[in-house]
């Protein structure tokens, strides 16, 4: 399954607004996605929701693991892998 | 029904009642047929759209009006609303369990506060709240309740509630709100101060009111006795509204008195000044003939903005409106009395147990000069525009009033060198009502231009009683011996010190208490302006010979309720009219 997996760069980590952002994002495509904290792949949340996102309490320096199945997988993970790293969830 | 409660703030109202409960997620667990799961998920699909638009809304005005970052919270509120494992799961309950849509909320929610409750970091456990915000909304449009903010309402009502924050009060709309009664406090508790600034009658210590009353009851207030009638037989009705307008009738024989002197039957005059709490109380400053404002707390400002501290300019302009309207009248500025249960959460401090006695007043201003400048310079502008007084709380030691004269020297330096103007002889004096301060009077007389007595929360420090517990405010009691002596002494203090001393306290518009006060010898008594008119009827119906034989013997007794009883039975020979509308309290 592709998957990418990324470090949680900005200052207060995957907080309100960026697992607002992130969710919004993932949300625009049909695959599913998954992501998981650290190596922790037995706890995989939903990537479409913000409490599951938010459960993941991912501060800053963490890594996260991108998990999308569906057409449009490669599409979502860029998208995803450019919010996160890149743009690091337009907080500079 | 007839409930009895406490008499908070005098009056007869008749309206419709208000239940206030914004905690609550009061859902009923029962369940639906399997024919009715279609017709509920409907229900819940409503509920979110109805929420939905709630949301936009908020976050539209909040945007444009306050700052992005709390708008924020109402975006992400709107994501959670479509969440997998919020709204999916609910629709799955219903379903499956049959569950009635508003149990299922809650029980979601629950459940999710629960797996929230486990993570380690601090924030992100705290976004339970968010959850459960979102789940409140969700419930209460799909009971029909209104959605219930004091500060949009419909029509008049008289608000039940359990208790009334200061946030709740501050946001009012003052205008719609004709009453309260509420199961917490006291007659000095902030519901009741609040009530009676506002004239509004209020009782309050009503036990389980909020499961007895339902939002649409008829409720008959009569806050002369301490009583609440909810849903009254006609003949009851027809009773009150005579009642009432013979109160009326009496509170406007009152009003007469305002331009009648604080005088004694032989001529010694009192200054009868009054507590403001929030600027719309202005008005009633010379509606009921008050001589000036013997306390403006300052609060409010702190406790109106939601996000961050009032500016000096804010605050400035806020003291110069007062200023100038009471003018030539004087104005004493009481700088921040904020903590303990006037806690503005903005500010992110600790959580202060015990905070009565904690980092709080004169101690939060001197740890904090960055809020205490402000405030200070905002005073002292003011003061360029009418006569000022300024006065520190919670004063417990001279050392605290000496860095705050240090500092309000700096900001009078940092003024002087802007050029900008203000008194530079403003009168500044201390509040007494921690019992250390009473007790070294006489050391803090020597530093202090002027001593203002703030009983309310003296009582509280001294007899070790907190006035919000609902299983001990019969423990408050302003004529216990023990304050008796200790606000005796202050007073003596003060005048062998030659300094002018006052009393803030809601003490001092006791009928009851009047006349001890007077014979004590207080140069000024500061209370509610609708007060005003009742002590000075009480003054003006004694000697000064005679205040000073009572409070002599006063002092003689061994508990409050002699006291009460021997100065009750003085007051009825010469003012019974003012005792009529009070219940003897024994």
């Known amino acids: 399954m592709p998957q990418r997996t990324l470090e949680i760069r900005n200052e207060h980590g995957l907080h309100m607004k960026p697992a607002g952002l992130f969710v919004t994002e993932a949300g625009k495509y049909k695959s599913s996605v998954f992501i998981y904290k650290d190596d922790m792949d037995d706890m995989k949340v939903n990537g479409k929701s913000l409490i599951g996102v938010l459960m993941l309490a991912a501060g800053k320096g963490s890594t996260i693991t991108i998990e999308a199945e569906g057409e449009d997988s490669d599409k979502a993970l860029d998208a995803l892998e450019d919010l996160v790293t890149r743009r690091m969830f337009d907080e500079e | 029904m007839l409930l009895e409660g406490i008499p908070a703030s005098p009056g007869i109202q008749i309206g419709t009642a208000l239940l206030f409960l914004p905690e609550e997620l009061d859902v009923q667990n029962y369940t639906i047929d399997e024919s009715d799961v279609d017709k509920e998920l409907g229900k819940f699909e409503l509920a979110r759209n109805k929420t939905r638009e709630e949301l936009q809304k908020i976050h539209g005005i909040i945007e444009t009006e306050l700052s992005n970052a709390y708008a924020g919270i109402f975006s992400a509120h709107l994501i959670l609303l479509e969440d997998p494992m919020f709204s999916g799961e609910v629709r799955k309950e219903i379903r499956l369990s049959k569950s009635n849509a508003a149990f299922a909320v809650k029980n979601v929610a629950e459940g999710l506060v629960e797996q929230f409750s486990s ?80 004239e509004i009658p209020a009782v309050v210590g009503l036990s389980k009111i909020t499961s007895r009353v339902k939002t649409g009851d008829l409720i008959i207030i009569d806050a002369n006795r301490g009583r609440v009638l909810v849903n009254p037989e006609g003949d009851v009705y027809e009773e009150y509204l005579i009642e009432q307008s013979k109160f009326l009738e009496f509170e406007h024989s009152l009003i007469t008195l305002r331009d009648l002197p604080a005088m004694t039957l032989d001529g010694t005059s009192i200054e009868l000044a009054c507590n403001l709490e929030v600027p719309e109380e202005l008005a009633s400053v010379s509606k009921y003939g008050a001589q ?55 500010l992110g401090l600790p959580e202060d147990v015990g905070s009565m006695m904690g980092l709080r007043a004169i101690r939060l201003c001197l740890r904090y000069p960055i809020l205490f400048i402000p405030q200070l310079r905002a005073i002292l502008r003011a003061s360029a525009h009418g006569k000022v007084r300024i006065m520190f709380p919670m004063v417990s030691r001279v050392e605290e009033l000496r860095q705050a004269k240090l500092l309000l020297d700096q900001a009078k330096r940092e003024l002087t060198h802007e050029g900008i103007p203000f008194d530079p002889d403003i009168k500044v004096g201390t509040m007494i009502e921690v019992p250390s301060a009473a007790l070294t009077a006489d050391i803090i007389a020597k530093e202090s231009d002027f001593f203002s007595i703030g009983t309310n929360d003296l009582i509280q420090y001294t007899l070790a009683v907190h006035r919000v517990n609902e299983g001990i405010a019969h423990l408050y009691e302003p004529l216990n011996p023990a304050i008796l002596r200790l606000i005796k002494h202050v007073a003596d203090v003060a005048h062998e010190a030659g300094i002018w001393v006052g009393v803030c306290g809601e003490m001092a518009s006791d009928p009851l208490v009047v006349p001890l006060l007077l014979g004590m010898g207080f140069d000024e008594l500061s209370m509610s302006p609708i007060s005003i008119p009742e002590v000075k009827k009480v003054i003006r119906s004694l000697t000064i010979v005679e205040a000073k034989k009572i409070m002599n013997n006063a002092l003689s007794f061994s508990t409050a309720h002699e006291v009460e009883s021997y100065v009750y039975s003085e007051a009825m020979e010469r003012f019974p009219d003012v005792l009529m509308w009070i219940d003897h309290r024994s």
């Open chain 2, 119 to 198: 993570i380690d970091n601090e924030y992100f456990r705290g976004r339970d709240a968010d959850i459960l915000d979102v789940a409140r909304r969700l419930v209460n449009n799909l009971l029909g309740k209104e959605k219930v903010d004091l500060s949009n309402l419909k029509k008049e009502v008289i608000v039940i509630a359990h208790d009334l924050s200061p946030s709740d009060t501050a946001l009012m709309d003052k205008e719609k709100v004709i009453g309260f009664a509420t199961e917490s406090g006291s007659r000095t508790s902030h519901t009741a101060i609040m009530a009676r600034a506002l």
């Open chain 2, 292 to 346: 000036g404002i013997g306390l403006f707390r300052t609060e409010y400002i702190f406790i109106r903005k939601k996000n961050e501290a009032p500016s000096e300019d804010e605050q400035y302009e806020s003291y110069k409106e007062a200023v100038e309207k009471v003018a030539p009248n004087e104005v004493i500025i009481r700088t921040l009395d904020l903590g303990g249960d006037k806690f503005a959460s903005y």
